[in-house]
């Protein structure tokens, strides 16, 4: 259980009734909400000094601004979507489109389709994690692990050269190239969406990094030309996990910091 989670049990539960094991470990754990805890067992709210609560009143109004309202997560999306696909293309302007030309038709076609089919799925998930409300019904890490599944699958019915001569090199050089693309992705994401809030920022942070990662993956598919099986399933679709893995523990990061905020606040 970790802090919001935390926050929410006790919004939910019925008053005076016992915590639960998950809570009793998270307040062994957490200063911060053990004075949250301390705080709402002291009373109700109605025994509070009328003129703390006035002295509160004039510290806080006086500092409201009226603020932009945060953009739909349609529009958001289809931000997303975008940035993900001009970075891709941008990168094979650059590089070249050998992988493109060296696909067949129905290849083009099913992979393409496939890649931005899922970077919807994840604009759509990392969208609705930082404006809650209305997202698919399929949490980060679980359709990361489809997303990797399907495509992999992609690649053993289409290519079918096992050579693996230039495996290591071949791969290395292309594995860097996708999360170097990953990144710009994942800055555009970060920009796009800093004015929300993640709720889960675990979560979050893993979708960004599917995002991210989709992004790189599409570049190495309109660049790389190299269809040995090996250096695709492995090299090439390394790079959503990889980009996952970096997106969750930089949500994770972001969440202890808040965390430790948070108990700074309150002490």
Avoid at 116 to 139: K, Q, V, Y
Wanted: charged share 15%.
């Amino acid at each position: 259980m970790n802090c919001r989670e935390f926050e929410n049990f006790l919004l939910r539960r019925a008053s005076g009734s016992s915590l639960s094991r998950e809570a009793r470990e998270h307040l062994e754990s957490c200063a911060g909400c053990r004075r949250l805890y301390e705080l709402m067992e002291s009373g109700p709210a109605g025994e509070l000094d009328p003129a703390i609560v006035e002295r509160a009143k004039k510290a806080i109004i006086p500092s409201i601004r009226p603020v932009r309202p945060i953009a739909s997560t349609a529009i958001q999306t289809l931000v997303l979507i975008i940035a993900c696909a001009a970075i891709a293309w941008s990168g094979a302007a650059l590089s070249g489109f050998g992988g493109f030309f060296a696909l067949s038709l129905v290849e083009r076609v099913v992979i393409f389709m496939s890649l931005a089919l899922f970077a919807w799925m994840a604009a759509r998930l990392l969208a609705s994690e930082m404006i809650p409300g209305g997202g698919l019904p399929i949490r980060p890490g679980w359709l990361l692990a489809v997303v990797c599944a399907a495509i992999g699958c992609e690649f053993l019915v289409f290519f079918h050269d096992y050579d693996v001569s230039g495996f290591v090199p071949q791969g290395i050089e292309c594995l860097v190239n996708g999360l170097l693309h990953a990144i710009p992705v994942g800055l555009v994401a970060w920009i796009v969406l800093r004015r929300g809030f993640a709720v889960e920022p675990v979560g979050a942070g893993v979708a960004a990094g599917l995002l991210a990662g989709l992004g790189g993956l599409g570049l190495l598919e309109l660049y790389c030309s190299n269809l040995k099986v090996m250096h695709q399933a492995i090299w090439h679709l390394a790079v959503l996990p990889v980009s996952g893995i970096i997106g969750g523990a930089l949500g994770w990061i972001s969440q202890r910091v808040r965390g430790i905020g948070r108990a700074a606040e309150v002490q």
